[in-house]
C-alpha cells in the first residue's frame, strides 16, 4: 500500500485527498498512543476504506476538527481522553452526512496522515520532532538545487524551484501580501541567498528573496497588488503560480485554457500514476481508462488546484494525454493516442471508399442554387453551374476527402436553376452533412424597413428703409386750383391742366422727373409715402419715404422609405432631371447643346442585424435641389450629403447629422458727407438689414419587420 503524507501549517489544514468510501462505512475504534521521541499517533479504524476527510485548524483553545464524509461512528464513547505532551482528547459526534473528530491540542505543531489498509493514522509531531519520510525517500537527497522565475502565456508569475529530491519537505504558507516558502531542515545554498527582482515582468510577483532562517531555508515572494496563487509539486520541482484575479465582466471572453474545475489538494509522495487518476475519477465521478501502458510514479504536491488543470498538470509531467467523449476520458501516452486516431482516420477513409453511392434531390426554399453549390464544392478542381456536374480531382486529406469540398472524392453535385434544385451523388454521411448545412443556410432572411426623416427649416427677416425727395419748379406765378399730396403715384403734374369738353380741367397722374435723391425702396410691394409742399413762388418740394419689413418662415419635411433584406443593398430616389443649355465652342462655331442635372432626394442602405437584435447600417442620404445657373449656362445644384455607418437598437431613432447655416447682413447707400449728418442724414440715405436662418436635420428609424408580417404582406 503506498503511504500518503500530507505536512499541515498552523495557519491552515488541509488533508489529503483519500479514494471515497463506500456507502455505509464507519468508525470502529479509535486508538491514541504516544511514540516516545516523535509525538502522538491517533489511529482511526473504519470497517472499510476510510473516505476523503475535511480538515479544519480552529485556535483559542487550539483543535483540529476531520470530517469523513458519508461516514458514521459505533463507538459508545463521545470522547476518548489522549494524554499525551500534544494533545489532551478526541471528541467524537456524527449525523446523516457525516463523522467528526475533534482533536483537542496541547499546543499547535505539524501534522502528518497516512492510511494502512482500512486506518487513518493521524501523526502529531513533537515540537522538537521533523516531519517522518517513507523509507524509500530516506535514500535521496534533500534540499534546493535552483530558484528561477518566468512568466506564464497568461501573464502569471511562476516562481520555480528544483529539489535535490521529491521527498524534501517544503512548507507553502500565504502572509499578507507574501507567500512564504520553508523547506523543513534544508538551507538554501549560498550562491542562491539572493533577491530576484522580476517587477518588469508585468507579473503579480514584485521580487523573490531567498534566505536562511534557523536551519531551514526561507524563500519570500512578494506581490504587487491584489492576486490568486496555486502551489504545486511535480517530482522534483516546485511551482508557485501568482495570477490576477479573474475578471468577472461576463462579455470578456475567456482564455483558451481557462479551468473551471472544482479545486482539490494533493499532497502524494512516489505514488503510481494509475493511482492519481483513479482518485481524480472518484472526485469527479467521470470514467477514466488509463491504458496499460501508464505507468510509473509521481511525486505531487498541489494546493487548492482545480482538478482538470491537477489533471493537465499529471498527463504533461508523465508525457500522457487525453481524449473525452461524454463522461468518458480516455488517457494514454501521446504517441499511442495518435497512432490510435491515425488507425482510425484510416478505417474510416477505407469504409469511405467502399461505401454505396446515393442520388438525393433537394429542392432550395430561399437560398439560390448556385450559391448553395459553390460551398459545396470548395476545393474542387471545377464547379460548373446550370445542369453540370463538379467532379473530384482536388486535394484529399487524410480520410479520403476533397480539401475544402463537402464531397468525397466520388461525388458529384449538379444544379437545376430552374426548379433550384440540388442533384447530389454521394454516399450517405456525405448527403447528410450536406443535408444539416442545407438546413441552415437555406432560410428566410430577415427583412428591415429604414425610415429617414429629413427636415429643412428656414428663417428669413429683410428690413429696408429709404426716402426720395426732389424740387420743382412749378413754371406759373400762381395756381390756386391745385391739390397736392398722396404718395408715389399721387403727386400731380403740375403743369397746365387740360380743358375738356365738358369744360372741366383734368390733371395727369404721373410722377414728376424732379428727384434730386432717389435712395428709395425699389422691392415691389414697398410702403411708401409722399409729400408736396408748395410755395407762393413757382417751386415745389417732393418728399417720400419708402419702407419694407418682411419675414418668412419654412419647414420641408421629406421621408424616403424603403424595405430590404438583411445585409441586402437598397436605394430609393425621388427628385427631377433639370435641363440646362451649355454652350461648347469648336473651330471657331459655337454649338449649344441640352443636357440633364438629377436633383434628387435619394436614400441608399445596406442593414445587418447582429445576433443580439441591433441594426448595423451603411447610410448614404443626398439631398440636392437647383441653385442656379453658371455663366456657361450649366446648373449649379445645392448638395447635402452624409455618408455613415451606425449600430442602432431595433425602433430607435438616431439622428445622424444637420447642417445649421446663418446669413446675417447690414446694408448702408448714402450720400456721401450729407448721409453722415445727424438728424438730417436721414435724408440722404438708404438702410438694409436681412438675417437668413437655413437649418438640416437627418434622422433614421430602422425596423425588423416580424417574420409573419412580411409574409402577409
Keep these: 500500500m503506498n503511504r500518503m503524507f500530507r505536512q499541515f501549517s498552523m495557519g491552515a489544514v488541509a488533508m489529503a485527498v483519500m479514494q471515497a468510501a463506500s456507502a455505509g462505512v464507519a468508525v470502529t475504534n479509535v486508538v491514541p498512543m504516544q511514540i516516545p521521541g516523535q509525538g502522538t499517533e491517533i489511529r482511526v479504524m473504519f470497517n472499510g476504506l476510510p473516505p476523503q476527510p475535511q480538515a479544519y485548524q480552529l485556535e483559542q483553545p487550539s483543535r483540529l476538527v476531520l470530517d469523513f464524509d458519508k461516514a458514521q461512528q459505533n463507538l459508545k464513547q463521545s470522547s476518548i481522553p489522549v494524554a499525551t505532551s500534544e494533545a489532551n482528547s478526541v471528541d467524537i459526534s456524527s449525523d446523516a452526512q457525516r463523522a467528526r473528530l475533534t482533536v483537542n491540542l496541547a499546543d499547535a505543531g505539524a501534522f502528518t496522515t497516512r492510511v494502512e489498509g482500512n486506518t487513518f493514522i493521524l501523526k502529531i509531531n513533537a515540537a522538537n520532532a521533523s516531519a517522518p519520510t517513507p523509507v524509500a525517500a530516506q535514500k535521496q537527497a534533500q534540499g534546493i538545487s535552483d530558484i528561477g522565475f518566468k512568466r506564464g502565456s497568461a501573464g502569471e508569475g511562476l516562481v520555480v524551484i528544483d529539489l535535490l529530491g521529491s521527498n524534501t519537505p517544503v512548507d507553502v504558507q500565504q502572509q499578507g501580501s507574501k507567500i512564504v516558502v520553508r523547506t523543513l531542515g534544508n538551507k538554501v ?108 510514479n509521481i511525486t505531487l504536491r498541489l494546493k487548492d488546484v482545480p482538478w482538470d488543470q491537477a489533471l493537465d498538470i499529471v498527463l504533461k509531467t508523465k508525457n500522457l494525454d487525453k481524449r473525452r467523449n461524454g463522461n468518458v476520458i480516455w488517457i494514454a501516452p501521446v504517441a499511442e493516442l495518435i497512432k490510435a486516431e491515425e488507425e482510425e482516420a484510416k478505417a474510416i477513409a477505407q469504409s469511405v471508399k467502399l461505401a454505396p453511392l446515393q442520388t438525393e434531390y433537394i429542392q432550395l426554399s430561399y437560398a439560390k442554387v448556385v450559391d448553395i453549390e459553390k460551398l459545396i464544392t470548395q476545393g474542387k478542381n471545377s464547379g460548373n453551374s446550370g445542369n453540370s456536374t463538379a467532379n473530384a480531382g482536388a486535394g484529399v486529406d487524410s480520410l479520403g476527402d476533397s480539401v475544402g469540398s463537402l464531397l468525397s472524392p466520388r461525388g458529384t453535385v449538379s444544379v437545376d436553376p430552374r426548379t433550384n434544385t440540388l442533384i447530389i451523388n454521394d454516399t450517405t454521411q456525405k448527403i447528410d452533412q450536406i443535408r444539416k448545412m442545407i438546413d441552415l443556410l437555406d432560410v428566410a432572411v430577415k427583412q428591415v424597413m429604414v425610415e429617414a426623416r429629413i427636415v429643412r427649416a428656414t428663417t428669413d427677416f429683410t428690413k429696408e428703409m429709404g426716402v426720395k425727395w426732389g424740387i420743382l419748379s412749378q413754371g406759373i406765378a400762381k395756381n390756386n386750383d391745385l391739390l397736392v399730396g398722396g404718395s408715389d403715384t399721387t403727386l400731380w403734374d403740375l403743369k397746365t391742366p387740360s380743358i375738356g369738353t365738358n369744360g372741366q380741367a383734368t390733371y395727369s397722374i404721373q410722377r414728376p422727373d424732379n428727384l434730386n435723391v432717389d435712395l428709395g425702396v425699389t422691392t415691389q410691394g ?65 454649338t449649344a447643346t441640352t443636357s440633364f442635372k438629377d436633383a434628387l432626394l435619394s436614400l441608399d442602405v445596406t442593414p445587418s442585424i447582429t445576433p443580439d437584435g441591433k441594426v448595423q447600417m451603411k447610410l448614404i442620404i443626398k439631398s440636392d435641389s437647383q441653385a442656379g445657373y453658371a455663366q456657361n449656362g450649366e446648373i449649379i445644384l445645392n448638395k447635402n450629403e452624409i455618408n455613415t455607418d451606425v449600430l442602432v437598437n ?46 438640416l436635420l437627418i434622422f433614421v428609424t430602422p425596423r425588423i419587420v416580424n417574420d409573419s408580417v412580411s409574409r402577409n404582406h
Excluded: C, W
Design 526 to 590: 414697398a410702403s411708401r409715402i409722399a409729400f408736396g409742399l408748395i410755395s407762393l413762388s413757382d417751386f415745389m418740394l417732393d418728399l417720400e419715404l419708402s419702407a419694407l419689413q418682411a419675414d418668412g418662415y419654412g419647414e420641408v419635411i421629406s421621408t424616403p422609405k424603403v424595405l430590404t433584406g438583411d445585409k441586402q443593398q437598397a436605394r430609393v430616389a425621388s427628385g427631377q432631371e433639370i435641363p440646362y443649355q451649355a454652350t461648347s465652342t469648336a473651330g471657331g462655331t459655337a
Design 189 to 296: 545554498p549560498t550562491h542562491l541567498a539572493r533577491r530576484l527582482n522580476v517587477n518588469d515582468f508585468a507579473t503579480p510577483v514584485a521580487t523573490v528573496d531567498a534566505q536562511n532562517d534557523h536551519g531551514s531555508g526561507l524563500i519570500t515572494i512578494s506581490s504587487s497588488g491584489s492576486y490568486e496563487y496555486m502551489a504545486y509539486q511535480t517530482d522534483n520541482r516546485l511551482t508557485i503560480s501568482l495570477k490576477r484575479p479573474e475578471d468577472k465582466n461576463p462579455t470578456r471572453a475567456k482564455a483558451a485554457n481557462h479551468y473551471t474545475g472544482k479545486k482539490i489538494s494533493l499532497d502524494f509522495q512516489d505514488i503510481e500514476v494509475r493511482r492519481v487518476l483513479q482518485l481524480l475519477a472518484d472526485f469527479t465521478d467521470i470514467n477514466m481508462v488509463a491504458a496499460d501502458s501508464v505507468q510509473g
Design 650 to 695: 431595433n425602433g430607435e431613432t438616431v439622428v445622424l447629422g444637420g447642417i445649421f447655416e446663418q446669413t446675417t447682413a447690414n446694408k448702408q447707400t448714402k450720400v456721401p458727407f450729407l448721409g453722415d449728418l445727424p438728424y438730417l442724414g436721414r435724408l440722404f440715405r438708404k438702410d438694409v438689414k436681412s438675417d437668413n436662418k437655413s437649418e
